[in-house]
């Protein structure tokens, strides 16, 4: 596993990446993939999907890019928030799901405006939904205080 500092960097050099140039778009996919995904997503710890493994993806890449992309964001059960990396900003995070996606079999390329409306749209759903079920946990708890 690398060190937050190691990771912190990779990302400051992906930042500068994109800012210097936009053609490379697809470059950022792969390059948050193995600074951040990689870790778990090449072994397919904890079940994470496979990188690669078309048999793995096919049902993910069926509930489509703004969907799977927003609900990842905010995490999956044994998939930590943003990949576990707070530096990492949904738009980077989508490019590595796509990135990810067309390596098993996906079309998804890297969201457009429109694409990442919609990311955001669904990523703000399930975090409502998350911050309801806190919510109702800490009800629970206050009457417990009581
Ligand atoms: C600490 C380990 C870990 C890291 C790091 C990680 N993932 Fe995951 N990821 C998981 C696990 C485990 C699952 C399976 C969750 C489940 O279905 O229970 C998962 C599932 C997913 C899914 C499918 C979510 C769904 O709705 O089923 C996507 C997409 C994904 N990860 C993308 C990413 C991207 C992109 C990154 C890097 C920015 C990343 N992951 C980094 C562990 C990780």
Redesign the pocket.
């Known amino acids: 596993m690398k060190s937050r500092i190691a990771l912190s960097f990779s990302l400051a050099a992906l930042w500068m990446q994109g800012a210097l140039a936009q053609a490379t778009e697809s470059a950022v996919g792969e390059q948050?993939?193995k600074a951040?995904?990689m870790?778990?997503?090449d072994s397919g710890?904890?079940?994470?999907?496979k990188f690669g493994d078309a048999k793995d993806w096919a049902p993910?890449i069926a509930?489509g890019q703004s969907v799977?992309?927003g609900?990842?964001w905010v995490g999956?059960?044994?998939?930590?928030a943003?990949?576990?990396?707070t530096e990492?900003s949904l738009n980077d995070?989508a490019k590595?799901?796509a990135y990810?996606a067309r390596n098993a079999g996906g079309d998804w390329k890297d969201p457009d405006p429109v694409t990442m409306k919609k990311i955001i749209r669904e990523a703000d759903k399930r975090l409502v939904k998350t911050i309801k079920e806190q919510q109702s946990m800490q009800r629970e708890l206050h009457k417990q205080a009581r």
Do not use: I, Q
């Open positions: 948050v993939y951040v995904c870790a778990c997503h710890v904890a079940h994470a999907p993910l509930e799977l992309t609900h990842a999956v059960r044994a998939m930590p943003r990949g576990g990396s990492l995070f590595a799901v990810m």
